[in-house]
C-alpha cells in the first residue's frame, strides 16, 4: 500500500493563517530516535522559539514511565512542539489530550471517544494516541503519538490500540490529520498559555472514561481502588475512595477496575 509521506506544504493549508509564521520553524524528518529528544536537546541553545517537529519513523520513541512507543516508518503522525511555558504547565498534558479530541472530530470521528487521565485518549476503549510532556528550564515539549494507519500486527504494544484507519475503513489522509492535529495544538498551547486548564476543563469532564467508574490508581508508593470523580481545575485525578475520602494525584497511572 501506498504511504502518503509527510508534507508541509498541505500540511499548512489545514494551518490558521495567525497560526502560520510557526511554520517557519517546523522541521519533517525521514528518521529520528526521537522527536521529543530531539527537541529536548535543541531547548538547550534555544531561546524564545517555538519549534515544530514531525518525523516519519522513530527508533527510539518514547511513551510515558519509560515504556516505547512503537513508530514505524510512514505509517502514523510523531509530532513533538518545543513551547516558552508561561503557566504552571500541570495541566498542559490534559488540554494537549483534548487537543488530539478535537483534532479527531474535525476530522469526522465524532463518536465514542474518550480520555484516560493523565492524557490517553481512546476510541472504543482502545488507546489511539499518547502525549509526553517533557519539561526543560523554561520548555515544554509536547510530544503526540498518533495511530493513523498502523501496520504491524504487533504483540509490542502492551494494551488494546486502534488506528484511524481501522475507525473509518479506509487508509485516512495523513497530511489532512497532521496538519488538523498542528493547528489543533497551537490553538491550545495559546489558550493554556493565556487562561491555564480552565477553559478545558468541562471537556474533560464530559470525555473522562473513569468518571464514577471504580479505578485503581498506582503511584510510586502505593496502589489504591476507588471510584474517578474527574478532574480539579489544576489537572488533578480525583479519587473518591471506599470510606468516602475524596483523595487528589498529581502523578500516577489509573486503571479501571473489571467490577462494577
Ligand atoms: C504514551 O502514551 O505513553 C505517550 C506516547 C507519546 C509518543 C509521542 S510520538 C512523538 C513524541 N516523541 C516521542 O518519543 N514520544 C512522543
Partial sequence: ????????????QYIASKHHHYLENM???????STNTFLTELAKTQNNT???????????????LGRQWISPFGQNIYLSLLWQSTRDPSGL??????????????YGIK?????????????????????????????????????????LDTDLIEQPWCSVAQIINAVPKKNQ?????????????????????KPFVKKWQQLDITRGKKVVITTQKTKISGRGLGINDKGYFLLSTADNKVMQFIAGEVSLSLSK
Wanted: hydrophobic content about 45%; aromatic content about 6%; some cysteine.
Fill in 1 to 12: 500500500m501506498a504511504i502518503e509521506l509527510l508534507d508541509k506544504k498541505i500540511i499548512s
Fill in 27 to 33: 522541521v519533517i524528518f525521514d528518521q529520528l530516535p
Fill in 50 to 64: 517555538t519549534i515544530i517537529c514531525f518525523s516519519e519513523e522513530q527508533t527510539a520513541g518514547k511513551g510515558r
Fill in 93 to 106: 498534558s490534559l488540554a494537549s489530550a483534548i487537543s488530539v479530541t478535537e483534532t479527531l472530530n474535525h
Fill in 111 to 151: 463518536n465514542d471517544i474518550a480520555l484516560k487521565w493523565p492524557n490517553d485518549v481512546f476510541w472504543q476503549n482502545r488507546k489511539i494516541a499518547g502525549i509526553l510532556i517533557e519539561l526543560t528550564g523554561n520548555h515544554a515539549v509536547v510530544g503526540i503519538g498518533l495511530n493513523v494507519n498502523m501496520q
Fill in 177 to 197: 490529520l497532521a496538519g488538523l492535529l498542528l493547528n489543533e495544538l497551537l490553538e491550545t498551547m495559546l489558550k493554556y498559555q493565556q487562561h491555564g486548564l
